[in-house]
Structures are given as C-alpha cells and as structure tokens.
C-alpha cells in the first residue's frame, strides 16, 4: 500500500503528511492522514472529517476514534484515518477556503486550481484511489443543528449496506451533490456514506457518540474488528423538504429535530423586535424533523426546519 509515494508494510501504523499549500506567514499546511495496516489483507476504510473547517462534530469523531484506539488492532484490511481536511477553514472558523470556495463542492479538483480544488485534488488523488469504501463525517451548515443522521446514494446497494450497518437515528437515501467527495468517490466504484451530526462550530456529545459508534459497527460489519452488533432499528427516508421562514424577524423554535410532525402544527414563530406582531410557522405535510435552525434573527426565505417524509 503506498500513500503519497510512502510504502505503508502490513502490520505498520504511520502518519503521513501530504502538502497542501502554505499560509502567507510561510507556515506549511498539509493533511494529516493516519494509516492503520493490519498484518492480514482486507479492505481498506476511510474515516474522514472535517472537509468543512468549522464541522467540528465531524473532526471530534475521527479524533475520539483514534484516541480510543480503535483502529490499532484491526484483523484485516486498513483505516485511512484523516480528522482534519481543510485545515484553512478551521484555523478561520470557516466551512470555505479563504478564496470562499467550497472543497466538497471541488472534486476532483485540479493540480493548479483554485485552494479549494488543491486540496480536494490532494484527497482524490493521494488518499481515494488506496481506498474501499468511506465514512465522511460533517455536521449541519452553519446555524442548522441536524440530528444524528447518515446520506447514502440512492440505489446503490453497497453504500445503503454501509448505511444499515453504521445505524444511526435516521437514514436518507438521496442523490449525491455533483462535485463532492462523495459524488466523485462513487464515480469511480468506491461507496463512501455521509454522516452529519449537530451544528457547526458547537460540541454536539449525542452526534460524537452515534459516530464513533458507526465506525466500529462498519468495521465489525467487515470483519476488521472483533465483537457483535445489535440491532438497531434506524428511521428510513427518501425525499425531504425545508419549512422556510414565512417572514424576517426574531425566531422562535418550539419543534426541534428529532421530532414527528403533523401537517398544521405550529413549530415557531417569527416576530418583530418591538412586539408588534408574530407570524406563526407551521407543518406543511407529515414528516420527522432533521434539522432546524438555531439562528436567531432569519429573514424572508430562509431555512427553518428539515423535513424528511
Ligand atoms: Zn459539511
């Protein structure tokens, strides 16, 4: 196995760091990218967080999974461990690069692209071409906390088996977004799931604990780690929907993720700052709330509330 031209032995545990750029002070920024190799040959996981800097949720998971050490004794196979892709974002508290684009939005990327592109070219060529299958830790984009909850590809049997296995709360089959990791990954025959757990920039213990767990049921699903899973019983949803705000205003949630809905509920409400008057926001249709927004100022058109049905 050779990750940026490094020959990783059976048996071997290395880090390896790949260069991506350098900061304007002239400090060198690369990934850091952990590799587990057992001894016995076996499929090779990737455990990934942070593509958005600020998704902290997603780089805690990876860094509690490898502080736990459960990638060292693997029967078979490797873990590609790399908590912390875009190192640009989190030093900025930012989802982005500092030129504002998008590295889950980037892929394949190019050698001489924009920042964003460098490092989605570095994981897609350095680190996607030695892997399986993957595990993409995120966390809900900017003020939107979602609930433990894991995206497959729709129709496509290997990553909806990844999906079953890792048994979060909730499971949506959906589409993957052209040019992220995930699109490119299954491009070419790799499954990789996504998992998003609780709100940017925000510890969110429930979403840290559901996504260790995941990783050690996959592994246990795929024989590199020793042990039985329970069952557990994961909600199932194909299509989702996004209650937005009806006005501007000061919002109000009194439904939050997690929860059944029934069309005409009330969820929140929306008012001014001098208590002229509110507007209430309703369920549209039956569903379960993944997400919702924790700002508290929206405006016209925004996104409150994550509907899957
Ligand atoms: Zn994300």
Redesign the pocket.
Known sequence: MKVFSKEIEPGEHREIRIPVGRLPSDTSIAIRTFIYRSKKDGPTCLVMGG??GD?IN?VEIVRRAMQEKIFENLNCGAVIAVPLVNVYGFINFS?DLPDGKDV?RSFPGLKVGSLASRVAYTVSKHIIPNIDFGLDF??G?KSIHNFPQVRFSRNHEESEELARVFAPPIIIANKPIPKSMRHHALKNGKPVI?Y?GGE?LRMDGFSIQRGVEGIKRVLIHKGMLDGKNEPVNSLFFENSTWVRAPRSGIFEWSQSAGSFVRPGEPLGRIGDPYCRDHTIVYAKRKGFIYGHNNAPVVSLGDALYHIAY
Do not use: A, P
Request: glycine share 16%.
């Open positions: 593509v958005h998704e997603g989802r889950n995120h966390t984009g996504v998003e940017s």
